[in-house]
């Protein structure tokens, strides 16, 4: 098994009655994977991999936050292939949708109402990517909607100026990351 579905794997939620100091989902550690030399596998790897990644990114000019996120929604997806596929087209649709939201927003001269109106029209895309396999990691689109618009707010550009070049920032940034998060998955399950 991939090592991103042993840190995937979740609990049944207790309920008030159930929960103690004792009950595995509420203990400080959890003893088992911490046993798991798989998760220290991955974070030796991914430990590793963040030194010239950070490095890279911080001296190209590209942002470094999204591709956190990217990478996060990569193991949040899933594992393997599938999941690097369905957190890049799902963040990618984010992106898209934030980009379009500013420039009609713009378009439209601004003003609360307006933004309010379009991330709603946004939201509702977004939220129908449950039913659409390649984006039906649907906290994706949200992770890169929120991207975008942080990415915008702190101006950050790649080879274009203004909400263009912001688009390309976010996206190479999310887009490298899915691959990044893929990678040391892969090589973390090698080194387990």
């Given at each position: 098994m991939p090592v991103s579905g042993r840190l995937q794997r979740t609990r049944e939620p207790q309920t008030a009655k159930t929960v103690t100091a004792e009950t595995?989902?509420?203990?400080l550690l959890?003893?088992?994977r911490l046993a798991d030399r798989g998760v220290w596998a991955l974070a030796a790897v991914f430990g590793v991999a963040s030194v010239?990644?950070?490095y890279a990114f911080v001296v190209s000019g590209v942002p470094l936050w999204?591709?956190?996120?990217?990478?996060?929604?990569?193991?949040?997806?899933?594992?393997?292939?599938?999941?690097?596929?369905?957190?890049?087209?799902?963040?990618?649709?984010?992106?898209a949708y934030a980009a379009g939201t500013?420039?009609?927003v713009d378009a439209l001269g601004g003003g609360s109402l307006v933004l309010a109106a379009i991330v709603g029209v946004a939201m509702f895309l977004a939220s129908l990517h449950a039913v659409v396999p390649p984006l039906s990691f649907t906290p994706g689109g949200f992770f890169g909607?929120?991207?975008?618009?942080?990415v915008h707010a702190a101006g950050?550009?790649?080879?274009?100026?203004g909400l263009l070049g912001e688009t390309v920032a976010a996206a190479l940034s999310m887009g490298l990351d899915a691959a990044i998060?893929?990678?040391?998955?892969?090589l973390g399950a090698l080194a387990a």
């Open positions: 595995p989902g509420m203990r959890d003893r088992d010239p990644w950070t999204p591709s956190f996120i990217a990478s996060a929604a990569y193991y949040a997806a899933g594992e393997g292939r599938d999941a690097y596929l369905r957190a890049t087209a799902s963040t990618g649709a984010g992106i500013l420039a009609v909607y929120a991207t975008m618009f942080s950050a550009t790649v080879a274009l100026p998060g893929l990678a040391t998955d892969r």
